[in-house]
């Protein structure tokens, strides 16, 4: 009976689920967190040492298949931008903000007053250039027209960087999005990258550590690529 006793022990040891391995991040705010990381999803190989800070630039420096280019992120709140400065003083390419819906109930879409000013300058400036539009969609439907408005106005240019659909928490308010479930959020994602890889564009998709952890499933979203945003020093994503 003892020797049974010992087989069954070694029996469940073999069986029990293996430990899940947990990610410790902070915010933007340096609010801890904590969260499994899912087994499911591939891990990057970023070597943490290769990043390097020089001011308020990062660059990753290795002998490995990884190379890093310096780009901007602009919107109307930047106002006039001097493109040919950016680029003399290293700045290859930029995500420009083309428009977003309101997070006010009415969620009314607005094309982003200094959009057709940055394009044009940002590309006679020589940058790639690539587009985001700001979502509060709560439904596939508000999903799809934001895509759509996108395709419109894209159409008198010529990018050859990726179409970015931009969801995140409404931190000093109340927004229309914020009844959205893990599944909305994720769905809406998904309609906005197919409809635009459908029009020939190349989706992607913005995020931070919090939105990954606890608001979008990444297991079904492994075939989108990401727009990662991280204050911390060095990029805390797993994935």
Not at 102 to 117: K, N, P, S, T, V
Not at 219 to 232: P, R
Request: aromatic share 16%.
């Amino acid at each position: 009976t003892e020797a049974a006793s010992k087989e069954d022990d070694a029996a469940e040891k073999e069986t029990k689920e293996p430990e899940p391995e947990l990610l410790h991040f902070v915010d933007v705010y340096q609010n801890p967190y904590q969260v499994e990381i899912n087994p499911n999803v591939e891990k990057h190989d970023y070597k943490d040492d290769s990043f390097v800070h020089n001011g308020d630039r990062l660059s990753y420096e290795d002998d490995s298949n990884y190379t890093y280019r310096l780009g901007v992120d602009v919107s109307e709140h930047q106002g006039y931008v001097d493109w040919q400065a950016l680029k003399d003083s290293g700045f290859e390419f930029a995500f420009i903000r083309l428009g977003y819906r309101g997070y006010g109930q009415e969620g009314r879409i607005c094309l982003d007053r200094e959009f057709h000013r940055n394009i044009q300058n940002a590309q006679a400036a020589g940058f790639d250039v690539g587009v985001y539009f700001f979502s509060q969609a709560i439904s596939g439907a508000e999903a799809a027209e934001e895509a759509e408005f996108v395709l419109d106005k894209l159409k008198p240019y010529n990018i050859s960087g990726p179409v970015i659909y931009d969801t995140e928490e409404i931190k000093w308010d109340t927004a229309r999005t914020d009844g959205n479930t893990r599944k909305e959020f994720t769905n809406f994602c998904k309609v906005f990258c197919d409809t635009v890889s459908q029009a020939g564009y190349d989706p992607m998709i913005y995020s931070n550590m919090k939105w990954m952890a606890f608001t979008l499933d990444m297991e079904e979203l492994t075939e989108y690529d990401f727009w990662y945003a991280d204050y911390h020093d060095i990029p805390q994503c797993p994935y």
